[in-house]
């Protein structure tokens, strides 16, 4: 008996304890439903396993280069300026809260399935890392409200959570998908989605007459903000050296000196390390990068391989850069305008709203991959207005919804830490709250909640999306007459050409 409850221990301690190791056994049972040999099997696993690992590593790097630049900001302008970046938030959530982060992500995949394969919401979410940040999410907020001693309810009610939040947000962007696609096989899969939906939905207002992002050709000498990473990295150098000037200006040398672990000795090792933070932020994401497409390239054919099994038909809900193909250019602007959308709102916050709400720092990555998202989402439905207020207003949310969960994050000891996505914002708000009504009352109501959403979504699902309604049609027609007035205007260039040569000739005939 003694040793059946040491082997218990161990398995429970030593190896579901630990995210990592469960990431690769998920990937391992896809696999294995794949019918893949034994070499396969033991190579994704590990992948998918070391892939955690290394998204956890770059996380540290992140966090070690924001240190002294949360350190300049507070003492340059006495405010506190918390950066709203997701894998921080986890690496710091991952110690205390890993174990039930990660039995919220298997219980949930299989409930989501079971939701897909019996509902009218066939949708089979495949974005891991989001998963992975969701969980920690919901795991973080039910600890909290519930307290320690109800893991089980934690678990057993955040994974309820997420699969309904799984199956319904790809089901509320499928028309707009639709129209970005052109066709009906694939889904969203990404917390952002709200900004998308917000976003598309804006660009069939403003945009019925507007043209197209991709008629637009930039310099060469802009194109390198298409590399999220240069554009980010670059960024992130403007920001530093922005806040140390003004560090410099504002603060005694050896106050300012101080901010940094290097200790520089005069103002150009001081700018130079700033200018080195910046890069190690830049290598850090590098790393959570290469450690997210290690766990998707892993996790991602092991999920559609369960998924093929256990619901045939089911769309694969992926992540936002899927959607970036379809407008290279909108991405680029809703990029741009995100950022600009995010500065006005952080200015709100900072002159009116921060004795409300903390100050929330929302750095170009999620400005990149979400203003870009929704730079495409605006454009389908209405041109390039549509790219550039569907990336203005996704600016202001990533901004302000990150600003009011710090209020959340802040009483579970996260200070200077929140998530930056729409998504996890308004659901992390929702649960937060109600979960500090107690185990009884916020079980309840989460469970309200959770039933609301998900027979919102099948409504939406058989009465909008199944009967094939697809939105922005005005500004479609507007986009086909253009192309048949150009095609019409090239006809008549090329009919003018070949007149024109047709007079020459023959004058130069009369002339010989």
Not at 81 to 105: L, P, R
Not at 119 to 139: D, E, N
Not at 369 to 375: D, I, L, Q, T, Y
Request: aromatic share 10%; charged share 10%.
């Amino acid at each position: 008996m003694n040793v059946l409850a040491t082997i218990f221990n161990f398995i429970s301690q030593q190896i579901l304890n630990v995210p990592a190791y469960i990431i690769g056994l998920v990937a391992a049972v896809g696999l294995i439903a794949l019918k893949k040999n034994v070499g396969q099997i033991i190579s994704g696993a590990l992948k998918a396993a070391m892939g955690y690992l290394i998204l956890q590593a770059g996380a540290s790097v992140v966090s070690g280069s924001l240190n002294p630049f949360g350190q300049l900001i507070l003492k340059a302008t006495g405010a506190h300026g918390a950066i709203a970046t997701n894998e921080v938030i986890v690496a710091q959530a991952a110690k205390d809260f890993g174990a039930s982060s990660a039995y919220i992500v298997v219980i949930s995949f299989v409930l989501m399935l079971l939701l897909a394969r019996f509902t009218p919401l066939k949708y089979v979410f495949l974005t891991g890392h989001h998963m992975v940040f969701m969980s920690t999410l919901l795991a973080l907020v039910l600890s909290f409200g519930f307290g320690a001693k109800n893991s089980w309810l934690v678990v057993g009610l955040g994974a309820i959570l997420m699969a309904v939040i799984m199956v319904a947000t790809p089901s509320f962007a499928q028309p707009f998908m639709n129209r970005i696609t052109g066709s009906d096989q694939i889904a969203i899969g990404h917390f952002g989605t709200l900004s998308y939906v917000v976003s598309g939905a804006l660009g069939t207002v403003v945009g019925k007459k507007s043209k197209s992002t991709e008629d637009i050709n930039f310099s060469k000498n802009t194109s390198f903000l298409r590399d999220s990473m240069v554009s980010t990295t670059v960024l992130m150098i403007v920001l530093y050296l922005v806040f140390a000037v003004i560090g410099a200006f504002a603060l005694p040398a050896k106050v300012a000196f101080s901010v940094f672990p290097s200790a520089p000795k005069d103002y150009g090792a001081y700018f130079m390390a700033a200018f080195g933070q910046a890069l190690q932020f830049g290598i850090g994401i590098a790393i959570i990068l290469y450690g997210v497409r290690l766990i998707l390239g892993e996790l991602v054919p092991a999920f559609q391989g369960i998924a093929k099994k256990v619901v045939p038909g089911a769309k694969p809900a992926l992540d936002i850069p899927i959607v970036f193909p379809y407008g290279s250019n909108a991405s680029l602007i809703g990029f741009l305008s995100s950022f600009v959308g995010g500065l006005v709102a952080l200015a709100v916050i900072a002159v009116w709203l921060g004795p409300m709400w903390g100050l929330a720092l929302i750095l170009p990555v999620p400005h990149f991959f979400g203003g870009g998202g929704a730079g495409v989402f605006g454009n389908a439905t209405g041109g390039r207005k549509g790219a550039i207020l569907g990336g203005f207003v996704t600016g202001i949310i990533i901004t302000i919804l990150p600003a009011m969960l710090m209020t959340v994050m802040g009483s579970y000891g996260l200070k200077n830490a929140t998530f930056s996505d729409s998504d996890f914002c308004w659901y992390g708000l929702i649960a937060g709250k109600l979960s500090s009504f107690g185990p009884v009352a916020g079980t309840i109501s989460l469970l309200i909640v959770a039933a609301v959403i998900f027979g919102l979504a099948c409504l939406w699902q058989v009465k909008v999306v199944n009967k094939g309604w697809v939105p922005g049609a005005a500004h479609a027609a507007f986009i086909e007459s253009v192309k048949k007035q150009e095609d019409a205007e090239r006809e008549a260039e090329r009919a003018a050409e070949k007149a024109a040569k047709k007079a020459a000739k023959a004058a130069a005939a009369a002339k010989a």
